[in-house]
């Protein structure tokens, strides 16, 4: 059988897509055809905008739907509001750096909400309307951080982990349907959040952008370059085609040789 990666007639469900990973993981499936539903937990104008733009630039259906990914009941209202989800990105995700001592309970739970049990919500709403619709893909976007640790992100890492579990347990409750879930574990990505983070190193460490990003930002990453929201986005397209019909639970590492250290 010719291997495919047209994603036309498919919806794609992007949790925390107004920016970043989110936005080029949505602009590269639309690219291949799929419609998609953005989301994050505001309401703007400019939210409804980027989903103008996709569906005018890639000629697609896109839509924007305000769901706030730490309340389990948004979570499950998403999906059925998109009414159909093909494909599921979770990818809504947030970050607090602290001492395990001083961290905050209310940070712990919110991460743990929103980059964790958020996937699970989804993917329990989601995986109903994929068994109808006999075809699905369920992505989630872990991190280098799924797989490794540092230190002060106790929160995130735990969340992190817990979703390459998740990814394995999804994998393995759809194994013999036309359903596959993985988890894709970028390195340091260069978005929006990351880019305005240089400006301030520079002067912290009084260094150059290029050192900076060098010998602060990529100390851990061995190409000693940013991923760019682009892979991400093609890696969910490589994830959704034929050839990766039986890639079923593991994780895809974008990460510029982080993990092979
Ligand atoms: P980002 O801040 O640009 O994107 C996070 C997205 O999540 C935004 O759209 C934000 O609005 C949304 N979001 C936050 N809280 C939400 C909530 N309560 N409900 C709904 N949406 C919410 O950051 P990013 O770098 O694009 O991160 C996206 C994902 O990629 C995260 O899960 C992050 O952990 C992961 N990741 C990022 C990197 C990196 O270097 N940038 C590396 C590894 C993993």
Same mark, same amino acid.
């Given at each position: ?27 590269? =499936? ?5 419609? $998609? $539903? ?11 905008? =980027? ?36 494909? =599921? ?11 395990? /001592? ?83 574990? /970028?390195?340091? $990505? ?38 760019? $929201? ?30 092979? =250290?």
């Amino acid at each position: 059988m010719a291997i495919t990666t047209s994603l036309s007639g498919k919806t794609a469900v992007i949790t925390g897509s107004n920016s970043g990973i989110g936005l080029g993981i949505a602009r590269e =499936l639309a690219r291949a055809g799929a419609d $998609v $539903v953005l989301n994050s937990f505001t309401d703007r104008e400019e939210d409804h905008a =980027l989903a103008r733009d996709i569906a005018k630039e890639f000629d697609v259906t896109a839509r924007y739907i305000k769901a706030d990914m730490s309340k389990a009941d948004e979570c499950r209202d998403l999906i059925a509001q998109a009414g159909a989800c093909d494909i =599921l990105i979770n990818n809504a995700g947030i970050q607090h750096v602290a001492a395990i /001592p001083e961290f905050p309970t209310e940070k712990w739970d919110a991460i743990i909400a929103i980059n964790l049990s958020s996937a699970f919500h989804t993917t329990a709403a989601a995986l109903p309307l994929m068994r109808k619709a006999g075809w699905g893909r369920v992505i989630n976007i872990a991190s280098a951080h799924g797989l490794t640790a540092s230190p002060y992100k106790s929160a995130y890492i735990a969340a992190k982990h817990g979703i390459v579990g998740l990814s394995k347990t999804t994998a393995l409750e759809t194994a013999e349907e036309p359903i596959t879930c993985n988890a894709i574990c /970028p390195g340091y $990505v260069l978005t929006p959040l990351v880019e305005a983070q240089i400006p301030d190193t520079m002067k912290e460490y009084d260094m150059g952008r290029d050192e900076v990003i060098r010998n602060v930002m990529l100390t851990r990453q061995p190409s000693k370059e940013f991923a760019t $929201v682009e892979q991400m986005g093609g890696t969910a397209v490589f994830l959704c085609s034929d050839a990766a019909a039986q890639i079923t639970g593991t994780t895809i590492s974008v990460d510029g040789g982080w993990t092979a =250290l």
